[in-house]
Each structure stands twice: as structure tokens, then as C-alpha cells.
């Protein structure tokens, strides 16, 4: 049942958008609104798989960061309305024409009352598929505990390790501890595998570091990580230095080593160079590679 004011994200803005559509901080309202779908191959290698990973980007976003590469449909809302029967429909022809993996929920959680609708609407047709809850990691636990059947693999970022950067950069208070406290439940989670992504963000390097010492010593250095370069600076960030440029090599090499130190062996090191997306290994665990760009 869909509570009538909306708290799905730790904004908590009870906002009455689905019978009085009137839009809450994301923007989101009283449909699943979808930019883009289809099967995608350049996720982490489990995910991506020998089929790809099949996407569905929602439009709208709990966190406005002011560098998004995807402003036009996370701050803009670009895409359409579907119903639950259109956004099943979906669902089903990622599943049984593309034979995907999984299905990819891109930024899932102002919408997770329809999806959970449209997934018993597979379940009820005999469809079975993982689904990868990927988002900013910006969750609130008792939502993710609503809504674990929709959390096969956990996708989650580590962003920021303050939350005067994550209110900054991202309009996110309490970032920390909500995106902390998501990752440590998906690792305690039985039937949750979980990748934290470390996206490494010009001028704010040691905060990537911050998030692997924390992982390490709170959670366990065995946790598979994705560390990533591909930051490059869109929206507005042009504006905002430092980060109107990219990541410098010196940068990017402090947060590698510093995840070599903190012993993480399972997992993946984007290539520096922004247009080089092979990955290095972090450890011998893994044999494949993969591209993560969106
Ligand atoms: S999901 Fe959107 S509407 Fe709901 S609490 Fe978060 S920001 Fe507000």
C-alpha cells in the first residue's frame, strides 16, 4: 500500500505527491517516470554478466549533485510517465526478448511502491530475475528492509565521508551516516550481494580514502569496491571549482593505494584515463573487466 505522504528517502519531505501531485524534493510524483531502458554491458562483471544488465533509468533523484552526468532526466526530469502495467511491460521485455541478467533499478527509490507493483506482476506470470537496487546509496534502511525483495545486489555508492560536502555538492543531509548505514545492510543482509561503488571526486580524494578505512575497519576489507575515475566535470559543476576539471592522476593514485593498503582484494580499479574504461584488478579474485560510463 502506498503511504500517502511520501518519507521514501532520508529527505523524508512528506510530501502529498501521490494524490495531490505535488512534487517533493526529487521532483518525483504519482508515476514511475523512465528516461531509458535496455540491456547494458559495462557494469561491474557480475552484474553485466554474459548478457548484460538490463537498466531502467527512473528520471528524478533524491540528490542533486551538482555534478551529474545525467542532469537532464535526474535534475530535469526527462523521460515518461508509465503505468504499472507499461513499466511491467518493461520489466518483462528486458526479462524474456533481451534475456538479461538482472533488472537494473537506476536510482529506484521514489518509485519503489510501483516497481514492487510491477515485480508481483511478474511474479505472478511465473517470471523469475534478480534485481540490482543501484543508487546513490542516500537510503534509508527501514525503506530498504520494506522493500528487500527488490535488492538482490546491492549497487551502492560511498560518496562523501562529510556531510558538509554531501550538503554542497548533493543537497544531501545526514549523507553519511544514511549511506553508511545502507551499505552495512546490505553486508549484514543474508542473499545480498553488494558492491560499493568509490567514485573519486576532484579536491575531495581523501574522502574516498575516509569511505575505504571505514569499510575496512567497521565492515570488512573482503567487500567487493569499484573504485572509479570517470568524473568529469558536467552541469554544474563548470562552475564550481575544483570540480570544473578531472581528477588528477596524484589524486586518483593516493585512493588505489590507499584501497591496496587497507588489504581489499575483491574488486575493481577504473582505468585513469577517462577514455581508457578497462579496469585493473584489485585482487585475484576477479577475471574479468569492465567499464562502469554511463
Ligand atoms: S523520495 Fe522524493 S518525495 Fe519522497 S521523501 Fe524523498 S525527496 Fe521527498
Redesign the pocket.
Known amino acids: 500500500m502506498i503511504k500517502k505522504l ?10 502529498d ?1 501521490f494524490d495531490a501531485m505535488i ?6 510524483l504519482n508515476k514511475p517516470r523512465v528516461f531509458r531502458w535496455g540491456p547494458h554491458f559495462g557494469e561491474e562483471p557480475p552484474i553485466t554478466g554474459e548478457r548484460g544488465s538490463g537498466c531502467v533509468f527512473f528520471s ?1 533523484c ?1 540528490m542533486k549533485c551538482l555534478y551529474c552526468q545525467n542532469s537532464p532526466w535526474s535534475w530535469n526530469g526527462a523521460g515518461e510517465d508509465k503505468s504499472i502495467e507499461e513499466l511491467t511491460e518493461i520489466f518483462r521485455t528486458l526479462v524474456l526478448n533481451d534475456k538479461v541478467e538482472n533488472i537494473n533499478l537506476v536510482s529506484p ?2 518509485y519503489l511502491p510501483f516497481i514492487r507493483e510491477a515485480h508481483h506482476a511478474l511474479k505472478k506470470d511465473g517470471i523469475k530475475i534478480p534485481y540490482v537496487w543501484n543508487s546513490s546509496g542516500y537510503e534509508r534502511v527501514e525503506i530498504l528492509e520494506e522493500y528487500r525483495e527488490l535488492c538482490d545486489w546491492a549497487l551502492f555508492d560511498l560518496r562523501y565521508s562529510s556531510d558538509e560536502t554531501a550538503i554542497k555538492l548533493s543537497a544531501a543531509p545526514g549523507y553519511v551516516n544514511a549511506a553508511r548505514s545502507a551499505v552495512k545492510w546490505a553486508y549484514e543482509k543474508s542473499g545480498i550481494d553488494l558492491i560499493v561503488r568509490i567514485l573519486v571526486l576532484p579536491g575531495h580524494h581523501e574522502e574516498a580514502i575516509e569511505n575505504l578505512a571505514f569499510l575496512a575497519s567497521e565492515l570488512s576489507n573482503e567487500i567487493k569496491v569499484s573504485i572509479m575515475s570517470q568524473f568529469t566535470p558536467s552541469y554544474k559543476a563548470c562552475e564550481t571549482p575544483p570540480l570544473n576539471r578531472s581528477v588528477t592522476e596524484e589524486e586518483y593514485e593516493e585512493v588505489v593505494e590507499a584501497a591496496e593498503d587497507f588489504g581489499f582484494e575483491n574488486g575493481w580499479i577504473q582505468g585513469y584515463e577517462a577514455s581508457d574504461p578497462k579496469l585493473a584488478l584489485l585482487g585475484e579474485n576477479m577475471t574479468e573487466n569492465h567499464g562502469v560510463v554511463k
Open positions: 511520501c518519507e521514501l528517502c532520508p529527505h523524508r519531505c512528506s510530501a505527491r512534487p517533493g524534493f526529487c521532483g518525483a528524478r533524491t527509490t521514489p
